[in-house]
């Protein structure tokens, strides 16, 4: 029977009784008459409820079952046009339709599980609380380890590891060294914080770096004795040419008994003020391959960067004037303050200037911008941009090559130097350059 269909008769039916019960009452019917019609009409009145209430309690049943994740209950149908049939039938298409997402959700989620684990990249995932959510198949390996339950736990693996994993943020990256079974590994550490649902958690990867350091290790010793040998021959070859020519006349006067004249010793003087000065200059030379090979240990402290701005503005301020080179500062916020080493960054800020300087020295328009600033990661960025001719292709990728040089007179270290001075500093140094532009260096501190 049709749900309305049979609403209505039992209102009619109540309504009937409810009549007959007032008549009864009326004519002073016998009790037994008016007690039989009023326990009627109750258990009319307890059926009509029960009648009324067992849809809501099939769409309460409906709704249990989806806050339960229970999509298998079937609603019977028997097709026979009521409208219970066709709230069953909608029943049983919604709960098929949310079976459905919930097999394709559990099958990505078993597809990007199972891409999780099967990288090449050690990933790791934590909460608040340090418990682990999802450790990947490579980052077990790179741990040696068959199972780890708390991230505290890898403190016993590696404490740098361990410091790294909770003390970098969004962004972040750092190298550690561990010991492995199949010899060292060079990790780099890169993390990300996320929020999802209002839970924070973090997600760290771990790649070993440690062929790809050794390649780069071995082309950066090429180039380095490449560079030292042609440096070296260049200084060694005319003070051996010279010193055999001198060593030969001054044999040839002494086997023969032969007095030397006044203006030979001046020649032999000359020639000996010459081989001073080649070996001075190779002296030189490798007094400063040594310093890239002992920067000292940064001391950290409070930089003020106005403060810092300032002592570089008036350090170069000669030499700006002297070239009528304009100089633009900014720093923002005003009150920017750095953590780090004052000398050493001192040292790679007069490094940049002092080439920013010459290469605005044969342009017409010469202006050097200073610029400091927090960029949308909360890193702090210090740029050195010079109105320049900017750097070729072919030179911007070995400009931090210790001893390559573009400038007619240079020892080539000074970008090495400071480059070198970044990475003591937990930081980089970037450059873009661009024919006709200038170029921008670009300093990047881990606030």
């Known amino acids: 029977m049709d749900y309305k269909i049979g609403l209505l008769g039992r209102i009619a039916l109540l309504t009937i009784s409810l009549f007959l019960l007032s008549y009864f009452i009326l004519n002073s019917a016998g009790v037994f008459a008016i007690s039989l019609f009023i326990i009627l009409i109750m258990a009319q009145i307890i059926f009509f409820l029960s009648y009324a209430e067992s849809s809501f309690k099939k769409v309460r049943q409906f709704l249990d079952n989806i806050k339960q994740d229970n999509y298998t209950n079937v609603y019977p149908v028997k097709f026979d046009g009521t409208e219970t049939d066709d709230l069953h039938i909608e029943f049983n298409a919604i709960l098929a339709k949310l079976q459905e997402d919930q097999a394709e959700k559990e099958a990505n989620y078993q597809y990007f599980r199972s891409v999780f684990q099967h990288l090449s990249i050690g990933l790791i995932t934590f909460d608040e609380d340090g418990k682990i959510q999802i450790v990947n198949t490579s980052a077990k390996r790179m741990l040696n380890i068959n199972q780890l339950s708390l991230i505290s736990e890898i403190q016993h693996i590696n404490k740098e590891l361990h410091h790294a994993i909770h003390s970098l943020r969004t962004g972040g990256s750092e190298l550690i060294k561990i010991a492995h079974p199949d010899g060292i590994m060079q990790l780099s550490v890169y993390v990300i914080e996320l929020v999802m649902r209002d839970s924070k958690f973090k997600l760290v990867s771990l790649q070993n770096i440690q062929s790809e350091l050794e390649e780069k290790e071995m082309e950066a010793w090429q180039n380095l004795v490449r560079v030292l040998t042609h440096e070296i021959m260049n200084s060694i070859a005319p003070i051996s040419s010279l ?122 328009t010469k202006v050097v911008s200073l610029d400091a600033f927090i960029d949308e990661s909360g890193k702090i960025i210090i740029e050195v941009h010079d109105s320049g001719k900017g750097i070729e292709e072919e030179a911007l990728s070995k400009i931090f090559i210790p001893f390559f040089t573009t400038k007619k007179r240079g020892s080539g270290i000074g970008l090495s130097l400071s480059k070198q001075i970044m990475r003591r500093h937990k930081g980089n140094i970037q450059v873009r350059s661009k024919i006709g532009q200038g170029s921008t260096f670009k300093l990047i501190f881990n606030a």
């Open 243 to 364: 010193a055999a020519t001198v060593k030969g006349d001054m044999e040839s006067k002494i086997d023969n008994d032969i007095p030397v004249p006044p203006s030979e010793l001046e020649d032999y003087l000359m020639a000996l003020s010459t081989i001073e000065k080649r070996s001075e200059g190779l002296i030189n030379f490798v007094s400063d391959f040594r310093s890239l090979a002992h920067i000292p240990t940064p001391k950290f402290q409070t930089i003020r960067l106005k403060a810092l701005f300032g002592q570089m503005e008036t350090l170069l301020q000669h030499q700006f004037e002297k070239n009528q080179i304009i100089l633009k500062c900014s720093i923002e916020p005003d009150d920017l303050i750095l953590f780090g080493d004052q000398n050493l960054i001192e040292q790679v800020l007069i490094n940049l200037m002092q080439n920013a300087i010459h290469a605005v020295e044969d342009t017409v």
